[in-house]
């Protein structure tokens, strides 16, 4: 027995008339302004249709190539290039390649709209308390919501598909540059900024000249934790039409493919932690070149 069987039935068809009337009013809304939402996502699609056909068309050793040397410039370690190198090759081996340059390209423009919209906010968050105290519940919503839960409005928008999917992620993905944009911002040096304004820095300079330079360390921070949230909502995007690695998973949950779903599982796993690797040894790069900057 439900708790609300103590109420009267009123009441209770009362709760189910408001809920009817949400759904009807939000089932009205997107069918007149869909067309209207899709328009203004299409860059981002023409985008991600780039990226995967970059990625899928260019010779295999060209991107394997590629991706070593961006992960030996980002960390500057042989271990994780070595790593990478392996882990990369090892996916070649097991035929999981075009799976893998999909999710690849999915989180490539995951992060870089994360990092479009999610920085600026930060930087806004950072410089008024008001906003802070406005956008940080919503942070707060937006991390504890289940990620099955933002599927459900996106699909009504914009139904099955690569940008309903990417909308999911990057709304899951995203407070974690928020927040330590902001952090990062509000933990530079007072003096440091009262030195700036002392040689005539105007705001947007001691911005872009002090702040950010100094913050980046904790930027990076949440770019690494941004990338490891928007891979984990890949499976869970697979279930809205969204090509990858999630696909053979959830294809493996189905029908009880325990290899399948392992060596996917796995080559998720392994893209993770070249993420994770690479984007950490950055930030502690800029971390160091930070403090000899500043201690100069």
């Given amino acids: 027995m439900s708790w609300l069987d103590e109420f009267p039935a009123m009441d209770k068809s009362a709760l189910r008339e408001l809920k009817k009337g949400i759904d ?37 050793p060209i991107i394997l190539g590629a991706i070593v040397a961006i992960a030996w410039f980002g960390s500057r370690s042989w271990k994780i290039t070595v790593m990478t190198l392996v882990t990369l ?15 690849v390209s999915m989180m490539f423009v995951c992060t870089f709209v994360s990092i479009v919209l999610g920085i600026p906010i930060g930087i806004a968050m950072a410089k008024s308390n008001f906003l802070q105290r406005v956008i940080t519940p919503v942070l707060d919503i937006m991390q504890t919501m289940p990620g099955f839960v ?15 999917g990417l909308l999911a992620v990057v709304v899951y993905a995203i407070p974690p540059i928020i927040r330590l944009t902001n952090l990062g911002i509000r933990l530079v040096d007072k003096e440091v900024l009262e030195a700036a304004d002392a040689f005539g820095s105007s705001g947007w300079q001691r911005l872009r000249n002090v702040q950010i330079p100094l913050a980046m360390p904790t930027i990076m921070a949440g770019i690494n934790q941004t990338i490891m949230m928007a891979l984990a909502l890949v499976v869970i995007a697979s279930m809205i039409g969204v090509q990858g690695l999630g696909q053979p998973v959830l294809q493996a949950i189905n029908n009880q493919y325990f290899t399948l779903g392992a060596f996917n ?32």
């Fill in 24 to 60: 009807g009013g939000f089932r009205a809304w997107t069918r007149e302004h869909g067309d209207t939402i899709e328009a203004i996502f299409e860059p981002i699609k023409q985008m991600l249709i780039w990226s995967e056909r970059l990625l899928l068309n260019t010779p295999w």
């Fill in 89 to 103: 090759l090892l996916i070649g081996y097991f035929d999981m390649w075009e799976d893998t340059m999909r999710t």
């Fill in 150 to 164: 933002y599927l459900i409005p996106v699909v009504m928008l914009l139904g099955i598909g690569k940008v309903p």
């Fill in 265 to 296: 599982g796995l080559a998720i796993v392994g893209i993770a932690i070249i993420f994770d690797r690479v984007s950490q040894a950055y930030g502690r790069r800029l971390q160091s070149h930070s403090e000899v900057t500043h201690g100069h």
